[in-house]
């Protein structure tokens, strides 16, 4: 079925210059970027896309890092989105990723994981709202 997902560029991945290399991997799978825009996330924001994680030990870094720089947010659109999405990205954390996604490549550690992309449909309609 076609559906949208929402990705998120993160501050670390912005700052590296690998804004083109991960949407190029997106491309790369068949996805079409149909909405895009580059942002500084801003703390109702982040406190939104992330409440899930309130309360948990890294949710205070992880709201302050998110707002760190600028990020680009977009949605993907495609059959099966939400799902082809996270197997290009990788698990959360890089070290556990298997080789060849995304977040194993490219990503820093488990917070600086270069990119966020929605877990399910439901979730990604409702970060698309927070951003556009
Ligand atoms: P993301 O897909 O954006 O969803 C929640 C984010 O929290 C996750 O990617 C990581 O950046 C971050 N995260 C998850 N677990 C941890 C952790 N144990 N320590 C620090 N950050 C984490």
């Known amino acids: ?8 560029i993160k501050p670390d991945a912005t ?15 068949g996805l079409r970027v149909v909405a895009m825009k580059m942002l ?9 896309l992330y409440a899930i994680h309130r309360g948990k030990p890294f949710y205070d870094g992880l709201v302050e890092y998110i707002m760190s720089g600028p990020v680009v947010a977009m949605i993907l659109e495609g059959e099966g989105a939400v799902r082809r999405v996270r197997r290009v990205v990788g698990a959360t954390d890089p070290a556990k990723a298997e080789p060849g996604t995304i977040r194993r490549d ?10 966020h992309a929605a877990d399910s449909v439901e979730n990604a309609e409702r970060e698309i709202q927070i951003f556009f």
């Open 106 to 115: 490219l990503g820093l550690g488990i917070r600086e994981n270069v990119v």
């Open 40 to 48: 500084n996330v801003d703390r109702l924001a982040a406190e939104r």
């Open 1 to 8: 079925m076609t559906e949208r997902t929402f990705v998120m």
């Open 15 to 29: 700052s590296r210059g690998l804004i083109g290399k991960v949407i190029a991997r997106l491309e790369g799978e």
